[in-house]
């Protein structure tokens, strides 16, 4: 697999929205300051205890020596210091230097890798610390004169920390406390403590963060490379064969694989799936249509051109009458031929942009009724059964006026003179029905699948009139079923043909 196929700017992303939160433990170093800040303040109030004890001690008439014999601590060094400075009592260093270096946490390969890589960022967040004075010559110093044995003097507590050049550079917390007898300040107790025990703590946290931000990064990458292989390689196959679904004329060739995962990538694949299967079928539907168009204009076109060709052969004016009323009547077809299908190609964009509005279905089935009357002059019976109250349905008065004029001009030229034509209506639930019968010679069972197709024309027995094309009831069909209807067709057992249109009664299409 490719370096290209794994790192895609999907996993990238990824990559650095685990690490970012992988990170967020390492935020934590920033507080370790804080930390620190609470551990020595928690030494100095300890180190203050002991040194009230030996304050006691000395304010009850205690020498400082002996008072000095009577503690014991733990690594704390106390002394004792006069007003000029002197140090009169000391209890020295309870460890060896080497002891102390020992003591000191050393550091393993991983706690120095670290700290050479978080060191100067860490720093740009932590606040400016004026630097500490040096601890060598004080610790060896007879006479003090350090801040917090000046403070002590004073009266008050004195709080100092200081660093040592030693390897390791330990750092030391001094504390001072004023003695007093009869109201007056008469030495000071000063009490000194390393801080190795919390450096050793921090250290060892220090390195827990460490350990744990290494195992998360880790995890976090292994995340990462699972995550967009499920992710990134699926889209990049849909991405693939989108590329390749269509040529350079913008023509389908190809089709995406609908994919078995259950997840929203899975639902997208099969999505794209039925989305190209139904634009493969339009596609095919559109070459089909302009296939027929073609063919339909042929017979017209030989029509015309053969009577065009005998008005030149012959001088009988009845004769060039004849062939002028061909060609008349060829172009009047062909007229209606193109208008119905500019009609057909416009229906489904214009049905998603017109206004629709409630239609009394009944009462525009009164206005077609009677307007056929008087088209058909009595040649045929128009029969009118109309459902109780009223029937409404959503969709543009137009389109309706169009369907059911089709239809019953369809039922029209093929009943027989003086028969019957019936319309009725009915509702069935949330559904308005309209049924358009006749008596003529019926749908022969063979072509019931077919009455619907595009330039489809069956009439056996029935004078061929340019009117029909074969469009009339496709027409029908796309308008119905853009307003989310159906429309059926079958025969009577006793002769006939029914045509029957189901749309929604009383509610938005």
Same mark, same amino acid.
């Given at each position: 697999?490719? %370096?290209?196929?794994?790192?895609?700017?999907?996993?990238?992303?990824? $990559?650095?929205?685990?690490?970012?939160?992988?990170?967020?433990?390492?935020?934590?170093?920033?507080?370790?300051?804080?930390?620190?800040?609470? #551990?020595?303040?928690?030494?100095?109030?300890?180190?203050?205890?002991?040194?009230?004890?030996?304050?006691?001690?000395?304010?009850? @008439?205690?020498?400082?020596?002996?008072?000095?014999?009577?503690?014991? =601590? @733990?690594?704390?060094?106390?002394?004792?210091?006069?007003?000029? /400075?002197?140090?009169?009592?000391?209890?020295?260093?309870?460890?060896?230097?080497?002891?102390?270096?020992?003591?000191?946490?050393?550091?393993?390969?991983?706690?120095?890798?670290?700290?050479?890589? =978080?060191?100067?960022?860490?720093?740009?967040?932590?606040?400016?610390?004026?630097?500490?004075?040096?601890? *060598?010559?004080?610790?060896?110093?007879?006479?003090?004169? @350090?801040?917090?044995?000046?403070?002590?003097?004073?009266?008050?507590?004195?709080?100092?920390?200081?660093?040592?050049?030693?390897?390791?550079?330990?750092?030391?917390?001094?504390?001072? %406390?004023?003695?007093?007898?009869?109201?007056?300040?008469?030495?000071?107790? #000063?009490?000194?403590?390393?801080?190795?025990?919390?450096?050793?703590?921090? +250290?060892?946290?220090?390195?827990?963060?460490?350990?744990?931000?290494?195992?998360?990064?880790?995890?976090?990458?292994?995340?990462?490379?699972? !995550?967009?292989?499920?992710?990134?390689?699926? %889209?990049?196959?849909?991405? &693939?064969?989108?590329?390749?679904?269509?040529?350079?004329?913008?023509?389908?060739?190809?089709?995406?694989?609908?994919?078995?995962?259950? *997840?929203?990538?899975?639902?997208?694949?099969?999505?794209?799936?039925?989305?190209?299967?139904?634009?493969?079928?339009?596609?095919?539907?559109?070459?089909?249509?302009?296939?027929?168009?073609?063919?339909?204009? &042929?017979?017209?076109?030989?029509?015309?051109?053969?009577?065009?060709?005998?008005?030149?052969?012959?001088?009988?004016?009845?004769?060039?009458?004849?062939?002028?009323? !061909?060609?008349?009547?060829?172009?009047?077809?062909?007229?209606?031929?193109?208008?119905?299908?500019?009609?057909?190609?416009?229906?489904?964009?214009?049905?998603?942009?017109?206004?629709?509005?409630?239609?009394? !279905?009944?009462?525009?089935?009164?206005?077609?009724?009677?307007?056929?009357?008087?088209?058909?002059?009595?040649?045929?019976?128009?029969?009118?059964?109309?459902?109780?109250?009223?029937?409404?349905?959503?969709?543009?008065?137009?389109?309706?006026?169009?369907? =059911?004029?089709?239809? #019953? *001009?369809?039922?029209?030229?093929?009943?027989?003179? /003086?028969? +019957?034509?019936? %319309?009725?209506? $009915?509702?069935?639930?949330?559904?308005?029905?309209?049924?358009?019968?006749?008596?003529?010679?019926?749908?022969?069972?063979?072509?019931?699948?077919?009455?619907?197709?595009?330039?489809?024309?069956?009439?056996?027995?029935?004078?061929?009139? +340019?009117? +029909?094309?074969?469009?009339?009831?496709?027409? !029908?069909?796309?308008?119905?079923?853009?307003?989310?209807?159906?429309?059926? $067709?079958?025969?009577?057992?006793?002769? /006939? $043909?029914?045509?029957?249109?189901?749309?929604?009664?009383?509610?938005?299409?």
């Amino acid at each position: 697999m490719s %370096l290209s196929r794994i790192v895609s700017r999907i996993s990238v992303r990824l $990559a650095l929205f685990n690490l970012l939160v992988v990170f967020l433990p390492v935020a934590g170093v920033l507080f370790l300051g804080v930390t620190e800040q609470h #551990l020595e303040q928690a030494q100095v109030d300890s180190m203050e205890r002991q040194a009230r004890i030996v304050v006691s001690m000395l304010q009850a @008439g205690m020498r400082a020596d002996a008072a000095l014999q009577n503690v014991s =601590f @733990g690594d704390e060094r106390i002394r004792i210091v006069e007003p000029d /400075g002197r140090v009169t009592a000391d209890t020295g260093a309870l460890q060896a230097p080497e002891e102390q270096q020992a003591a000191r946490p050393r550091p393993n390969w991983l706690y120095r890798a670290a700290a050479a890589v =978080f060191k100067r960022p860490l720093l740009w967040f932590r606040p400016n610390a004026r630097p500490l004075a040096s601890s *060598d010559d004080y610790e060896r110093a007879d006479v003090l004169q @350090g801040s917090e044995v000046r403070q002590a003097f004073v009266g008050q507590t004195g709080v100092e920390k200081r660093v040592s050049s030693a390897p390791g550079n330990p750092v030391t917390l001094y504390t001072a %406390l004023p003695v007093y007898r009869r109201g007056d300040v008469i030495g000071a107790v #000063l009490v000194s403590q390393t801080t190795d025990q919390i450096r050793q703590d921090l +250290h060892a946290l220090r390195l827990g963060i460490v350990e744990i931000f290494l195992a998360s990064v880790f995890v976090a990458l292994v995340l990462t490379l699972l !995550v967009s292989t499920t992710i990134a390689q699926p %889209l990049r196959q849909l991405r &693939k064969e989108a590329g390749e679904i269509a040529d350079s004329r913008g023509r389908l060739r190809g089709n995406f694989r609908g994919s078995a995962k259950r *997840d929203e990538i899975g639902d997208l694949s099969r999505a794209l799936e039925r989305l190209t299967h139904r634009l493969e079928q339009h596609q095919q539907a559109t070459e089909a249509f302009a296939s027929d168009v073609s063919h339909e204009f &042929k017979n017209p076109l030989a029509s015309i051109r053969m009577a065009t060709e005998m008005l030149a052969q012959v001088d009988e004016p009845a004769e060039r009458a004849r062939f002028l009323r !061909v060609v008349e009547s060829e172009i009047a077809r062909m007229e209606n031929l193109l208008s119905q299908v500019r009609e057909i190609t416009l229906i489904d964009a214009q049905m998603q942009a017109e206004e629709r509005t409630p239609v009394e !279905v009944n009462a525009l089935l009164q206005r077609i009724a009677d307007g056929f009357r008087m088209r058909e002059r009595g040649r045929i019976v128009i029969d009118l059964h109309l459902a109780p109250g009223p029937l409404e349905v959503q969709a543009s008065e137009e389109r309706l006026l169009e369907v =059911f004029e089709n239809l #019953l *001009d369809n039922a029209a030229s093929f009943a027989p003179d /003086g028969s +019957h034509v019936a %319309l009725s209506t $009915a509702q069935d639930d949330s559904t308005a029905v309209v049924r358009v019968s006749d008596q003529g010679p019926g749908i022969p069972a063979e072509n019931i699948p077919r009455i619907f197709d595009r330039f489809f024309s069956s009439r056996p027995g029935v004078q061929r009139d +340019h009117r +029909h094309t074969g469009l009339g009831l496709s027409i !029908v069909k796309a308008i119905i079923e853009g307003y989310g209807g159906n429309i059926s $067709a079958a025969s009577e057992p006793a002769g /006939g $043909a029914v045509f029957e249109v189901r749309l929604r009664a009383g509610v938005r299409s």
